[in-house]
C-alpha cells in the first residue's frame, strides 16, 4: 500500500467524490427505474409513460455528465506515472469505446437506452445485431473502456484505481438490471399467452 501512495494521492477530496460518483450513478438509476416499475411515480407526474422516460433520460445523461467532469477533476489533481502515460492506446480505447456506446443507442433509441421497459414502454424483441453481437451489455463495457483511456492518455494510476470500481460498479447493476428486465419481458410474454387461451375459449 505504501509504494501505491507515490502513485494515488488518496488525502484528495476530488478523489474520493468521484468514486462516490460513479457508485452513486447507476445505484441511482436503478432505484429509480424500480421505483416506476412498480408505483408509476414519474408516469403518474409527467402523465404518460414517455415523457417520464424522457425526464429520467434527460437526469441520468446529466448526472453521468457531471461524473465525467468530477472524474477528470480528480484525476488532474493527481500523481503523474509516466508508465501508464499510453496515449495512442488511450486513442484506440477511447474510440472503441465511445464506438459501442453510440452504436448500442443508435440500435436502442431514447426509451430502449434509459430504461423505457420500466415504464413498460417494451421492445417488440431482443436487439442481436451490433453491437448486441459483441457484448450482452456494450454501453457499460464502452463506458468502461473509455474511463480506462482517459486514465492512460492522463498516466494516472488513480484513473486505474476508479476504472476498477466502474468495472465492478457495473458488473453488480448487471447483475440487479438482467434478471429484472428479463422478468419485465417474461410476464408480457404470460400474458399475451394467456390473452391468446382466453381468446381462443371465447
Not at 460513479?22 to 424500480?34: D, K, L, T
Not at 469505446?97 to 415504464?119: C, E
Not at 466502474?166 to 434478471?179: G, I, K, M, S, T
Request: aromatic letters at 18%.
Amino acid at each position: 500500500m505504501s509504494a501505491l501512495t507515490e502513485y494515488v494521492d488518496f488525502s484528495q477530496k476530488s478523489l474520493q467524490i468521484a468514486a462516490l460518483a460513479i457508485a452513486f450513478n447507476p445505484i441511482f438509476w436503478n432505484i429509480v427505474a424500480r421505483q416506476e416499475y412498480h408505483n408509476h411515480f414519474l408516469t403518474r407526474i409527467f402523465g404518460s409513460p414517455y415523457r417520464g422516460c424522457y425526464f429520467l433520460a434527460v437526469v441520468i445523461f446529466s448526472i453521468g455528465l457531471i461524473r465525467d467532469h468530477i472524474y477528470n477533476t480528480a484525476l488532474g489533481d493527481q500523481p503523474y506515472f509516466a508508465p501508464v502515460h499510453q496515449p495512442y492506446l488511450a486513442y484506440g480505447l477511447f474510440a472503441s469505446g465511445n464506438l459501442l456506446v453510440l452504436s448500442s443507442m443508435w440500435a436502442l433509441g431514447l426509451t430502449g437506452t434509459y430504461l423505457g421497459d420500466y415504464f413498460g414502454i417494451l421492445m417488440d424483441a431482443p436487439v442481436t445485431g451490433f453491437p448486441f453481437n459483441v457484448s450482452g451489455s456494450p454501453m457499460y463495457w464502452g463506458s468502461t473502456m473509455s474511463f480506462l483511456a482517459v486514465a492512460l492518455y492522463k498516466g494516472k494510476v488513480a484513473g486505474l484505481l476508479l476504472t476498477v470500481e466502474v468495472f465492478v460498479v457495473y458488473w453488480f447493476a448487471l447483475r440487479w438490471e438482467d434478471p429484472f428486465t428479463a422478468e419485465i419481458y417474461a410476464k408480457r410474454e404470460r400474458d399475451r399467452a394467456k390473452s391468446k387461451k382466453g381468446g381462443k375459449r371465447s
